[in-house]
């Protein structure tokens, strides 16, 4: 399986900032060290300009990348800008690009990093400069449409502890894609914005309850989806609703992430629908167990992606 990074590109933090930076460094050289044979690296590409503003406002994009952003908006995003930022920015756009393009010829595909779902339109917020899936999305569904002329419909399944808030406001008028979010009820963002379908979780759940409720959602999307099935799916598959960590109020345990990750991929893979992971959130008080559980996701993906090339190479 193909999966694609961007750490490379580290944005510089003031000494004491909360957000875990050092995750994605230490989640390729786990990859490379455990899953060399399953999974093959590859370094992103930078988003472009013009793929940016599929899903941004033209003048947000240009005031990211030309170091214009006001100290109130820096605030809201939660990182200082610097030309790296930006830089970081486009590539983890870009990782979940390529993961897309990757998984619509082979089945799943992945970026190391990603999921930057509070972004919206004309702003970033909560550790979100620009929306990689959002953007994502559009430009599949262009290429798509250009090479099929046919449209592409997109399910967005996102599993981060936080509501999709970026993510659900950008396609909050657009049919073609779908967008689900589970996340805590009582956790950031604290005002919400709808997606076509939220599950909102008590602190504390835990993992039969947790379990429960993504079955039934899932039942649910595969009921509206009856006759128009989603030609392409992301998956947000954020390592905080764990137990142990730091922002996530929810009590999941390893072995429930794993089992949730695993119910999504076989759900998807049986119905032919093409996935790109994307690691999303994860801030657990120990970083190395934060890292585990996204390596654990990434092995499963894998697995998935070997059941896909069996599928291909049957005969009919």
Not at 158 to 180: M, S
Not at 259 to 287: C, H, K, N, Q
């Amino acid at each position: 399986m193909l999966a694609y990074t961007s750490d490379l590109f580290v944005l510089p933090l003031p000494e004491g900032h909360r957000f875990p930076m050092p995750k994605y460094r230490l989640l390729r050289e786990r990859v490379a060290a455990e899953l060399a044979t399953a999974v093959e690296l590859a370094e992103a590409p930078a988003a472009t300009e013009g793929e940016l503003a599929l899903a941004h406002e033209p003048v947000y994009v240009s005031a990211v990348l030309e170091g214009l952003l006001s100290p109130a908006a820096q605030r809201e995003i939660g990182f200082p800008w610097s030309a790296r930022m930006a830089e970081r920015a486009r590539r983890s756009v870009g990782a979940t690009i390529a993961a897309a393009r990757t998984a619509l010829a082979q089945g799943v595909s992945a970026n190391l990093a990603g999921g930057t779902h509070h972004a919206s339109a004309e702003k970033g917020s909560g550790y979100c400069v620009f929306n990689d899936v959002a953007v994502a999305a559009r430009l599949m569904q262009a290429e798509w449409h250009r090479k099929h002329r046919a449209l592409l419909r997109v399910l967005v399944i996102d599993l981060d502890v936080h509501q999709g808030n970026g993510t659900a406001a950008i396609f909050a008028e657009d049919p073609t894609v779908f967008t689900f979010s589970m996340h805590g009820e009582r956790n950031f963002p604290f005002r919400k914005a709808a997606s076509d379908l939220d599950v909102e979780l008590p602190d504390g759940c835990r993992d039969e309850s947790y379990l429960g409720a993504l079955d039934q959602a899932m039942q649910a999307i595969w009921r509206h989806h009856e006759g128009r099935q989603p030609g392409l799916a992301f998956y947000l598959a954020g390592a905080d609703p764990h137990e142990n960590d730091r922002l996530g109020r929810l009590k999941l345990s390893a072995p429930g992430l794993a089992e949730r990750d695993r119910r999504v991929l076989t759900a998807l893979r049986e119905r032919g629908i093409p996935v790109a992971l994307s690691m999303a959130g994860g801030y657990g008080r120990d970083i190395h167990e934060t890292v585990a559980i996204q390596a654990h996701t990434l092995a499963l993906a894998a697995e998935s992606w070997r059941a896909w090339q069996a599928m291909e190479q049957s005969p009919a």
